[in-house]
């Protein structure tokens, strides 16, 4: 079946650097588009990132853009997300989402920015 499992959160203090992995299984990764789309606390969710599925084209969300990349290994059936120069207001649970519809997520992980 399906799966997708969110690593690499944790506790990294404002303008620090975090990067996450997604790695996925029960799909033909290489085929398939990818999103990592954060869920700050006590609000709703915020699309983060896309990535086609050759990993040419990947558009930001405007608070991101320029200091995240997503990123993929297809040969590794792996998405990336690298985080720079975080803020507190990055703090969120970030999941990673299959396909345009994001119709498959993982079960996310924790990012705190905090000093």
């Known amino acids: 079946q399906v799966q997708l499992v969110e690593s690499g959160g944790g506790l990294v203090q404002p303008g620090g650097s975090l990067r996450l992995s997604c790695v996925v299984s029960g799909f033909t990764f290489s085929s398939y588009a990818m999103s990592w789309v954060r869920q700050a606390p006590g609000k709703g969710l915020e699309w983060v990132a896309d990535?086609?599925?050759?990993?040419?084209?990947?558009p930001y969300a405007d608070s991101v853009k320029g200091r995240f990349t997503i990123s993929r290994d297809n040969a590794k059936n792996t998405l990336f997300l690298q985080m720079n120069s975080l803020k507190p207001e990055d703090t969120a649970v970030y999941f990673c989402?299959?396909?345009?519809?994001?119709?498959?997520w993982g079960q996310g992980t924790q990012v705190t920015v905090s000093s």
């Open positions: 989402a299959k396909g345009g519809s994001r119709e498959y």
């Open positions: 990535i086609n599925n050759g990993g040419n084209k990947t």
